[in-house]
């Protein structure tokens, strides 16, 4: 069988590596940014050092802010249309998941005639228009390293992936001081949702070599930090693993592909607007516990990688135990374990059931098939009576 994977071409590592941006913008000739963000990003204090960065390289910006969290398709296309009245060189995103994405997608919509919506009924009509420059700032989607970007759309209740080459981004600069102040839940969430995908990628349908060898990097780093970034801000070097780990995960999704975690997620996040990390860290250790029987091999490996010390514990013994890690992460992260905090009630089953089941782009690649009365008793596991 023939594989492949696409990676970014230039990431800078390190803390510190922020002040790399100026061999950037030298080597790209910019005069001019576009750069991305949302309020808490800036009122963290991360965007003043970018933007002192950039002054020093001698490079104007113009800043769009504006961007929500976990936005719908039509947020990107109103941040869209604002960059449109700029002239711009390059594009920066400074930010989690939710501003990449949409800069990724604002780097294929800059002057041309298309609207997100066009992409998501067709996601290869576009192509790069401008250069781009991720910045993550939590330690979670890997959407630095990926094709892809998910934006909710209300009108399905359900978010959706636009898969496009032309988004791989060109420069990732993966700086550990844009996430030492990052609060603990954010750690917890958007660490769980890396975890997410190492483990998924590995135990994914689509699982090749090559991603197998990122997504068991990403796992031996999130399992072995996670606990200890989240319980002790002031370890970098914890949170200085969960950065690279998360960028390793995103590295995993372009050459494997996230399964049934992900895939029953989404109408999670797009009807109830649970964070993307809550949403798979509530559904995570239920769905590799059914999937187990069928990727048992794959779990006992993954064991193997990232817990040598259970060398002497059987296939069985081993799946069995990634299943439990999944589970004491997080509830030792204190991320919810149902979905009874989010309102989200018995009556609202079989929606979930018929909106989980059409995520067939990720269904596919899950190992064992999921029948609907299946996802029905996953949905059931995190819903409670009342
Ligand atoms: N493109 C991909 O491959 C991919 C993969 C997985 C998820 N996603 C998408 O990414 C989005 C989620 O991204 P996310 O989990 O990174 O979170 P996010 O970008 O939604 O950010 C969550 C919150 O954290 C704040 N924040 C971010 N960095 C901070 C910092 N350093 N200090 C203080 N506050 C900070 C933000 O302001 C925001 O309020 C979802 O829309 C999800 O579907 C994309
Ligand atoms: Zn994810």
């Known amino acids: 069988m023939a ?15 922020i002040e790399d941006i100026k061999t950037i913008v030298n080597k790209e000739s910019a005069k001019k940014a576009l750069v991305f ?13 970018l933007l002192k960065v950039l002054d020093e390289a001698g490079v104007s910006c113009k800043i769009f802010d504006g961007l929500k969290p976990e936005p719908a398709y039509q947020d990107v296309e109103r941040v869209a249309e604002q960059m449109d009245k700029e002239n711009g060189d390059i594009i920066f995103a400074i930010g989690g998941g939710s501003v990449m994405d949409a800069a990724k997608l604002c780097s294929l919509l800059k002057g041309s005639s298309y609207k997100v919506k066009d ?25 630095e390293a990926t094709c892809n970007a998910i934006v909710a759309v209300p009108e399905e209740q359900s978010k959706r992936g636009i898969v496009n080459e032309e988004m791989i981004p060109d420069y990732v600069i993966l700086d550990a001081g844009m996430i030492a102040g990052l609060p603990a839940p954010i750690v917890a969430a958007t660490g769980v949702d890396a975890l997410a995908h190492a483990v998924e990628c590995f135990t994914s349908k689509k699982a090749t070599p090559l991603s197998d060898t990122y997504a068991l990097a990403s796992a031996k780093l999130i399992f072995r930090n996670i606990e200890e970034a989240y319980a002790n801000p002031s370890n970098i070097e914890a949170r200085d693993s969960m950065l690279l780990g998360a960028f390793y995960g995103g590295v995993a999704i372009t050459g494997s592909g996230t399964t049934a975690v992900h895939a ?37 490996s993954l064991c193997d990688g990232v817990y040598p010390e259970c060398s002497a514990k059987s296939q069985d013994e081993k799946a069995d135990y990634m299943v439990s890690r999944i589970e004491a992460i997080v509830k030792n992260t204190g991320i919810p374990t149902d979905l009874n905090a989010f309102g989200v009630k018995m009556e609202d089953l079989e929606f979930l059931v018929d909106a989980g089941s059409k995520q067939q782009r990720l269904l596919v690649n899950n190992m064992k098939e999921l029948r609907i009365e299946d996802i029905r008793s996953i949905y059931l596991k995190v819903l409670k009576e009342g």
């Open 37 to 49: 963000t949302d309020k808490g990003v800036a009122g963290a204090g991360l965007l003043d050092r």
């Open 264 to 300: 029953l997620s989404y109408p999670l996040g797009g009807k109830y607007h649970i964070a993307h990390g809550i949403s798979n860290a509530i559904l995570f250790a239920h769905v590799m516990e059914f999937n187990k029987d069928a990727c048992q091999e794959r779990l006992a």
């Open 3 to 17: 594989y492949r994977i696409k990676i970014p071409p230039c990431v800078y590592s390190g803390i510190g590596s």
């Open 119 to 143: 992409l998501l009924d067709n996601p290869l009509l576009a192509s790069k228009q401008l250069k781009t420059v991720m910045i993550p700032t939590t330690c979670g989607t890997g959407a």
